[in-house]
């Protein structure tokens, strides 16, 4: 009986050992969880966006929300025009031309094809209502017309566009004409576009004018007579959302769909970019959705007020000290929930600060943390210029003090 029972136990254990191990579910490891879902959240959020190439910015930091595909080289169509109208208002502050000024349509420009406002060569607009026909009815001819009365020619503007790109850092765009008309190497990407939109926005807040038009009438004055045109605009998205508040749509047969999409809600600008979307349903049902998705995630921070420094130590100059202040307020923008009163600044001043100085100059900058880690900082500069200490100066000083 002891003999069959040992048997028995020899035999169970054998079975036991032969059974094959499992590991241990992922649901049930915590970490490996939260990173499947992560990923998972990620891939979600890739899927909804229907169009190859997309990004969205927080406007104010110029901060990435999402993006997908964001440097793939693509045409923009009439998005081109938001590069357009930045040189526009270039020129408008430089005093090169003003709103009042009336332009003459060229026989070139009036040819344009595609959106147009059917400007007849000899007739005259004011650059007000250009400017309307460029950001409301994405007017080719208007934007050449433009282009003509800024730079001569509409070649010498687009050196322009070009140059204007390089200087925002937009590294993979080529422009080739004015108005975003299909053109052999006329290419750009969701990120430059991102670029060039906030350049717009936040440098001109005054294009919200315009492009928040819906309807509006302009007049033709040619040698037949005056007749009126009616402008509607093409982004449907100040109707249909009500957050939007620009900027510009665009549409060719190799560009399909594209939109730069700007939008506000509890003090929160975005800049939603769709390119290649499959038709226009498509680029506004994503540009929605990009959006949402960012003022469902954002939550701002922004100094009340420039904190006062303490004047900073010269050394050798004909000051002994020169005023700082902080060059700008400093802003943040949080996509994880962080509670932004934690935010903290430090001041960090050069240790040797040596004169001539000149006024604006770095001396020092604000450093600003999160819970230990550092999100940003702001440069400290002068307020005034400081001369370098010499002989006349320094003998100055020394009758001064004795005068005390």
């Known amino acids: 009986m002891r003999y069959r029972r040992g048997i028995s136990a020899i035999l169970m254990c054998f079975v036991l050992f032969l059974q094959p191990v499992y590991a241990v579910p992922m649901e049930e490891n915590e970490s490996g969880n939260s990173q499947e879902n992560s990923t998972e959240s990620k891939k979600n959020e890739q899927e909804q966006i229907s169009a190859p190439s997309a990004i969205l910015m927080e406007a104010s930091t ?3 929300i999402y993006e997908k595909n964001p ?18 208002f270039d020129a408008l502050k430089n005093g090169q031309i003003k709103l009042e000024d009336e332009v003459t349509t060229s026989e070139y420009a009036a040819s344009m094809g595609g959106s147009q406002v059917f400007l007849e060569p000899g007739e005259t607009q004011t650059v007000n209502t250009l400017i309307k026909c460029i950001s409301v009815a994405s007017a080719n001819d208007a934007c050449v017309t433009m282009a003509e009365y800024i730079c001569g020619n509409e070649e010498e503007f687009v050196k322009k566009m070009n140059q204007r790109a390089k200087n925002l850092g937009m590294k993979n765009t080529h422009f080739a004409n004015c108005n975003g008309l299909d053109a052999d190497g006329h290419l750009t990407t969701a990120r430059d576009i991102s670029l060039m939109s906030r350049e717009l926005i936040t440098t001109y807040p005054k294009i919200f004018d315009y ?7 302009i007049t033709h004055k040619t040698k037949k007579g005056e007749s009126e045109f009616g ?16 900027l510009k749509t665009g549409s060719t047969s190799k560009a399909k769909f594209c939109v730069s999409a700007t939008g506000r809600k509890d003090d929160i600008d975005l800049i939603a970019v769709i390119m290649a979307a499959d038709d226009s349903k498509a680029r506004v049902r994503d540009a929605i959705t990009l959006l949402n998705y960012g003022f469902g995630k954002c939550q701002k921070y922004e100094e009340k007020n420039k904190k006062q420094i303490p004047p900073a ?4 100059g004909a000051e002994r000290q020169v005023n700082v202040q902080q ?18 600044r430090k001041t960090r001043m050069q240790s040797d600060i040596k ?3 000149k006024k604006g100059e ?3 900058e604000s450093v600003y943390y999160l819970n230990g880690k550092k999100i940003g900082t702001r440069d400290i500069v002068t307020q005034e210029s400081v001369k370098k200490i010499n002989y006349k100066i320094s003998l100055e000083n020394i009758l001064e003090q004795y005068a005390l």
């Open 62 to 64: 110029g901060q990435i």
């Open 71 to 88: 440097d793939e080289k693509l045409p923009p169509a009439s998005v081109t025009k938001v590069m357009t109208l930045l040189l526009i």
């Open 211 to 217: 492009c928040n038009i819906w309807m509006e009438n």
């Open 231 to 246: 402008l509607t605009n093409t982004n449907k998205l100040i109707r249909q959302y009500e957050y939007a508040t620009g």
């Open 313 to 316: 130590k010269v050394k050798g």
């Open 327 to 344: 060059k700008d307020i400093f802003r943040y923008v949080d996509t994880k929930g962080a509670d932004l009163t934690k935010i903290k």
């Open 355 to 357: 004169a001539p100085l």
């Open 362 to 364: 770095k001396v020092g």
